[in-house]
């Protein structure tokens, strides 16, 4: 389980405790936030709860399978299974419009060498959890991205498209 803390003493805590991922399972692995890599909505869907001094903040389910698609090993994809297999959920429209929601995401990573590739990670989990194939770019960031150049109130006319068929006519 991953605990979210810029706290540098609290991973060295956690494995003298021999509650490390090295020593125990399952066990805790201390990371910045930066690398849980989800919905921008996962903080107002995620739960708190307060025992000592101490706050825990849970994501919520979707939040990190969304998140489980940065790395998609076989744990990951265990996850969605387990997760659908219990609940059902989510089902496939459910996690397509989540990622769409989540669509910046599927942008090219800053560093290519270490780079999270969404729409790959999408076309290899659809046939293994939803039995079908899936066209991340037709289906999820395109739809995405019309919904927010509409919201945008950008014109709906393809000038350039036009320009184009003009020279050709």
Known sequence: ?????????LAEIIERA??????HTPGFQVCSELNFRTSPRWKDRARSNQIANVTFVVP???????AKLNCLDEKDLNAFRAAIAKTSHPTEAELIKELQLSVDLFRPSFDEKEGHDMTSKCRRLWPLIFGREIDPRAEIIAPALGIRKAGYGEPTRDYKQELRDALKS
């Open 1 to 9: 389980m991953a605990i979210f803390s810029d706290e540098e003493f």
């Open 60 to 66: 919520h389910p979707y939040d990190i399978l969304i």
């Open 18 to 23: 021999g509650l490390d991922n090295k020593q």
